[in-house]
């Protein structure tokens, strides 16, 4: 029998969204390849949203009516879509080389991690809503809903019901790599995202139709606190098994 894997678990709390993004990036640049996995946990100090580090932002979203809305942008280190925080659990997992999931093929990698996301909703839903792993990729509502980490569902995203509920983007280096990953709770609110999409996209209705959320868009802040520590156990357990 093989060594029991210590996880590293960190919580870095309440931040704005540039300053999560630069620690996640951080912990991979300063990753020990022999050393533990880290599950991070962190929160937004407002509405926030990041995108993929190739991305354009610009091209996406109206940046002058996000700034009057004090929605809160950042770059990821990892690649992807834009993805909203306003009403999930974001986290993120760094695994060293030397870990025995570690694989030089990035769907493996996901799959891993996913199959651990999978295992701490089945826990939060009790069996009632069976999560899987997408087994391939679905074309988009349109172009643009592509760009959209929860309107667009891709390969190994973790799905219940047909919808997605978890999904992530990774960055690998020498060292390990990091996924960033998102669980749904809430739906951000319709008019709200209206306002900030730029014209002829369908990213709400492609939410609606393919985003799993556990609370849907009738939410409180309350509701979406203890919905996320029940998540952040979960996961935690899910991870390390303590």
């Known amino acids: 029998m093989g060594k029991k894997q210590v996880w590293k678990i960190v919580d870095t709390g309440i931040k704005s969204a540039q300053e999560n993004m630069e620690l996640d990036a951080k912990f991979l640049e300063e990753l020990d390849p022999n050393g533990s996995p880290i599950l991070h946990f962190y929160g937004w100090e407002k509405q926030s949203g990041t995108y993929g580090y190739f991305l354009n932002p610009n091209q996406f979203l109206d940046l002058k009516r996000c700034q009057l809305e004090e929605i809160d942008l ?42 651990r996301v999978k295992k701490a909703l089945q826990i939060y839903f009790k069996n009632a ?35 997605k509920i978890a999904g992530a983007a990774q960055r690998k280096q020498k060292q390990g790599y990091l996924h960033q990953g998102t669980i749904a709770i809430g739906l951000p609110k319709q008019n709200f995202i209206h306002s900030i999409l730029l014209p002829e996209t369908k990213v709400f209705e492609a939410m609606q139709q393919n985003t799993f959320s556990i609370l849907g868009t009738d939410w409180t802040p309350s509701d979406l606190d203890q919905v996320r520590m029940e998540l952040q156990d979960l996961l935690i357990y899910s991870f390390t098994g303590e």
Do not use: Q, W
């Open 129 to 163: 809503n069976i999560p899987f792993l997408l087994p391939e990729e679905p074309i988009p509502l349109n172009e643009k809903c592509r760009h959209f980490c929860m309107a667009k569902p891709t390969k190994y995203d973790v799905m219940i019901g047909g919808r």
């Open 74 to 115: 950042a770059r990821r280190p990892t690649g992807g879509g834009i993805v909203f925080h306003f009403s999930d659990l974001a986290f993120s997992v760094l695994i060293p080389a030397s870990h025995p999931e570690f694989s030089s093929n990035t769907l493996e990698n996901y799959n891993f991690i996913n199959n």
